[in-house]
T-cell receptor
Framework: KAGVTQTPRYLIKTRGQQVTLSCSPI?????VSWYQQTPGQGLQFLFE???????NKGNFPGRFSGRQFSNSRSEMNVSTLELGDSALYLC???????????????????FGPGTRLTVL | AQRVTQPEKLLSVFKGAPVELKCNYS??????LFWYVQYSRQRLQLLLR??SRESIKGFTADLNKGETSFHLKKPFAQEEDSAMYYC??????????????FGQGTRLTINP
C-alpha cells in the first residue's frame, strides 16, 4: 500500500499571501488529520476530517481552514500568511470509524512526509 | 485539558547501556498513550502503543496510571536507536478521538 503523500514538499511564500497544501491518505483511510510542527511549539493538532466533515479542531485562528473530498483527499488552506506560520505541516491518515469512541483502540495514524512552508 | 510532558529535550547514552525516555501526562479520563519515533530524514512513525503491550525493536513502555507516566525503556541501546522520540496521548471517549496531543520530544543519541 502506498503511504500518505503530501504536496508540495516545499513552499516559499510571502507575508499576506495564502497557501493550499494537499494530502492524499492511504487507500481506504477515511480520516485525515493535520498537524503543525515548529521548533518552539512542537507538534500541534490543527484539525481532523472524516467523510468530508470536520470532526475536531485545534486552537488555531480562523485563517487556518481545511476540507476533505469524497475520495478522502484533504487540503488545508492558510490565508493572510504570517511569519510565524513557517513550519512543517504534517498530515496523518487512519481508518477511524464514525461515532464516539469508535476510532479507539485499534486505530493508528500514519503520517506523511510533511510540507515545509517558509513565509518571508 | 490534556498535556504531555517529556522532561528531557536531549538524552545521550552509550551503546549497550540502558535507555529510559520519560513521559508524563495529565488527563482526567482514560487515555491511550503512544510513542512515535522520527529517524533522520524519515517520517514520523508509530513505535508502540500502551494497549498493545508489545516490545518493538527492543523497546517497551508501561502505562502507570498512578504516576500518570508512560516511560519508554530499552535494556541495551543500539546506534540505530538514535532518533527523535515523541510521546503522545489520545482520548478514548467522546469527540476528538483522533486528536493526538504530543510532548515536545526527546532527541536520543547513542554514542558508539
Amino acid at each position: 500500500k502506498a503511504g500518505v503523500t503530501q504536496t508540495p514538499r516545499y513552499l516559499i511564500k510571502t507575508r499576506g499571501q495564502q497557501v493550499t497544501l494537499s494530502c492524499s491518505p492511504i487507500s481506504g483511510h477515511r480520516s485525515v488529520s493535520w498537524y503543525q510542527q515548529t521548533p518552539g511549539q512542537g507538534l500541534q493538532f490543527l484539525f481532523e476530517y472524516f467523510s468530508e466533515t470536520q470532526r475536531n479542531k485545534g486552537n488555531f485562528p480562523g485563517r487556518f481552514s481545511g476540507r476533505q473530498f469524497s475520495n478522502s483527499r484533504s487540503e488545508m488552506n492558510v490565508s493572510t500568511l504570517e511569519l510565524g506560520d513557517s513550519a512543517l505541516y504534517l498530515c496523518a491518515s487512519s481508518l477511524a470509524g464514525r461515532g464516539l469512541g469508535l476510532a479507539g483502540t485499534k486505530d493508528t495514524q500514519y503520517f506523511g512526509p510533511g510540507t515545509r512552508l517558509t513565509v518571508l | 485539558a490534556q498535556r504531555v510532558t517529556q522532561p528531557e529535550k536531549l538524552l545521550s547514552v552509550f551503546k549497550g547501556a540502558p535507555v529510559e525516555l520519560k513521559c508524563n501526562y495529565s488527563y482526567s479520563g482514560s487515555p491511550e498513550l503512544f510513542w512515535y519515533v522520527q529517524y533522520s530524514r524519515q517520517r514520523l512513525q508509530l513505535l508502540l502503543r500502551h494497549i498493545s503491550r508489545e516490545s518493538i525493536k527492543g523497546f517497551t513502555a508501561d502505562l502507570n496510571k498512578g504516576e500518570t507516566s508512560f516511560h519508554l525503556k530499552k535494556p541495551f541501546a543500539q546506534e540505530e536507536d538514535s532518533a527523535m522520540y515523541y510521546c503522545a496521548l489520545r482520548r478514548t471517549s467522546g469527540q476528538g478521538a483522533q486528536k493526538l496531543v504530543f510532548g515536545q520530544g526527546t532527541r536520543l543519541t547513542i554514542n558508539p
